[in-house]
Every structure is written in C-alpha cells, then in structure tokens.
C-alpha cells in the first residue's frame, strides 16, 4: 500500500483540540495503516489503500473532523515528494539579509499562474514568499510574530488553503518518512 505524509491544518490551536493519540486510533480503526504522528501539530504517516492523493485527503479530513465535531483539512504528499521539497529548499539561497527562518505552507491544490505571480510580486521588507510546485517557501528575517507575509494572507493572494510548518519540521519528517 502506498504511504502518505498527512498535515492537518489548524488543530491543537485555541479550541481546536485533537490529542494525537485519539486521532492515530481513529485512523487505524478507518482502515488506514501504519498510522504514525509527531510532535502534536497534526503530522502523519499512513498507508491506504486509496491511490489518489484528493480522496485520501478528503477521506482523512472527513473521519478526523466526525470524531473532534469541528472540520480538518488534510494536506497530503508522498514520501518521496516530500524529500524533493527539502532538496529544493535546501538548494534555494538565502536573499534576505539577518537571521532567517523558513517555513514551508503545504497547499491543499496547486496555485494558479497568475496567482502565483501575484504572491512573487509582493514586496515586503525582510520576507519573501516562492511558490515550489504546490506548496509555498516562507521567508522570514523579521520575528515571525511580526511577520506580514503570514500564512494567511498567503492563501489570501493564492487562493488556496495550506497549512505551514517551520523547515526544521518539515526535514525531521522526511528524514523520517522519506521514501
């Protein structure tokens, strides 16, 4: 069975509450194998039988939110999909000046050209957003907390829901679950 590394968007933040635990059962008792988690910001490992990425998507989104009783988007990647993003990262330099973080927003659908050309026009001072295929390189050589190039206003200009994860995470999974 193919396996999937699964983000869920927006849990475990104010009343959104789902202990990892609870959601790892759900999923195995939702015919989804080697189910695995880390950390609590709602990252997974799975297998299904299921080969198209939207219906796993949609299948995961859907027995999550039944069992917390508020919606889940599920964002999932391959493996090996995941791996290539790193290597991309990886191999992109470094503009800004100061100490940078990344963050990688992980899109629910690929953005659209001309969407994409929007977000790669915006001009804010110290950040700096690069759409990779269907996710969203973050930059940041401000305190993320003041940062204005959020997530937020990302799928605002793109048009598409993601969810974001600090680069440390996102390379700490596929060093994990990378094909």
């Known amino acids: 069975m193919p396996g999937y590394v699964v983000f869920l968007r927006a849990v475990n933040v104010g009343k959104r ?10 999923l195995s008792d939702n015919d989804f194998g080697d189910v695995e988690s880390h950390i609590q910001t709602g990252n997974f490992f799975l297998t299904s039988p299921l080969r198209s990425v939207a219906k796993l998507e949609s299948h995961v ?96 200009i793109l048009g598409v829901p993601g969810t974001a994860r600090n680069m440390t995470v996102v390379r700490a999974l596929a060093q994990k679950w990378g094909a």
């Open 61 to 156: 989104g859907e027995v999550l939110s039944a069992h917390a009783g508020f919606d889940i988007l599920a964002i999932a990647r391959k493996p090996a999909e995941l791996v290539a993003l790193v290597q991309e990262v990886d191999g992109t330099p470094e503009k800004l000046k100061g100490e940078t973080s990344r963050y990688v927003s992980f899109c629910s659908t690929a953005p659209t050209a001309a969407a994409t050309r929007e977000l790669h026009a915006q001009e804010v001072e110290r950040e700096r957003a690069t759409v990779i295929g269907k996710d969203v390189l973050m930059e940041f050589a401000v305190p993320f907390n003041e940062a204005k190039l959020t997530g937020a206003r990302v799928e605002k």
């Open 17 to 26: 509450q789902l202990k990892m635990a609870d959601a790892r059962k759900v």
